[in-house]
């Protein structure tokens, strides 16, 4: 089985930047993707960003240029800059491997104007 272990988040003013990590451990597949999804109050759980067999990136519009995601080893982070207010959410980290579809337990971001 997968574990995973989130880290990071918080409350951020407009402007500022947080680091979201999430690191994988057990029975981690050779091909995976890893990635980051939020949700926000009363709307569907969406893709942020996700890193495929630790090379390919994909990022959601919203995001692009001003969010990172990077891996090192079975750690993924998520960085972020420039926040604001629609970036507030519940961020969950995510591991697919195989038959292996695992989400962490979440992580509040609030982002205040």
């Known amino acids: 089985q997968v574990q995973l272990e989130e880290s990071g988040g918080g409350l951020v003013q407009t402007g500022g930047s947080l680091r979201l990590s999430c690191a994988a451990s057990g029975r981690i597949s050779g091909m995976n993707a890893m990635g980051w999804y939020r949700q926000a109050p009363g709307k569907q759980r969406e893709l942020v960003a996700r890193?495929?067999?630790?090379?390919l990136t994909d990022y959601a519009d919203s995001v692009k240029g001003r969010f990172t995601i990077s891996r090192d080893k079975n750690t993924v982070y998520l960085q972020m800059n420039s926040l604001t207010p629609e970036d507030t959410g519940v961020y969950f980290c995510?591991?697919?491997?195989?038959?292996?579809?695992?989400w962490g337990q979440g992580t509040q971001v609030t982002v205040s104007s």
């Open positions: 890193i495929v067999s630790g090379r």
């Open positions: 995510n591991y697919r491997g195989g038959l292996v579809d695992i």
